[in-house]
Structures are given as structure tokens and as C-alpha cells.
């Protein structure tokens, strides 16, 4: 049975991991690593602002209302966008580099 698998050489397999990784590196999405603070930052602060929103909606008089409702209503959209996709809002780290050299023992 050994007889019909293909064989591969050692070169061959750092090639191939070597393309992958160049084939990643290249994906922001790979690249990028999640910052979690920031994220929950992101989110902290949105959902703040459309509690202030509502609450100034609840108590504002109506010419106020008429003034800026319109104004607010594109800001909520905004901040529940914020709230639900924040890693879109949230800056991104670097990942750390990936070698196929060997670490150095120190």
C-alpha cells in the first residue's frame, strides 16, 4: 500500500509551508491580530452614548426632539452598528512574525 502514496521530500514540505505562509501573510485578516481591549472599549462607549441618546429623547421637549431627531436617529444607527460589529471600529495589532528558521536558544 505504501507503494501508491507519493512521496515528499523534506525541501519540498518547507516549500510548501513557506508558500502558505507568504499566501496568509498577505490576508489582512491574518495579519492582523484582535485587540480585545479595544473591542470591549468600543463597545463600552457606543453603548454609553445611545443610553445618553435615549435618555435625552425621553426627556427632551419636542422642539429639541425636532431639532436634532433626525441627527440622533443616524447616530443610533451608527452606535448599534458600533455595538454589534466593534472589530470593525477597533484598531488592529500587528500579529506576531512567523519564521520556518529555528528559534535561538538562548
Do not use: C, W
Request: hydrophobic share 45%.
Amino acid at each position: 500500500m505504501q507503494a501508491n502514496r507519493p512521496e515528499i521530500t523534506l525541501p519540498r514540505l518547507k516549500q510548501i509551508i513557506e508558500d502558505e505562509l507568504v499566501e496568509m501573510a498577505a490576508k489582512p485578516s491574518v495579519r492582523e491580530a484582535v485587540d480585545h481591549v479595544s473591542i470591549r472599549d468600543v463597545v463600552n462607549a457606543a453603548a454609553k452614548l445611545l443610553a445618553a441618546i435615549e435618555a435625552f429623547e425621553e426627556g427632551a421637549p419636542v422642539a429639541a426632539m425636532a431639532a436634532v431627531g433626525s441627527f440622533l436617529e443616524q447616530a443610533k444607527k451608527s452606535l448599534e452598528d458600533m455595538v454589534s460589529t466593534p472589530g470593525s471600529y477597533a484598531p488592529k495589532k500587528p500579529s506576531q512574525r512567523v519564521s520556518l528558521k529555528p528559534a535561538k536558544k538562548s
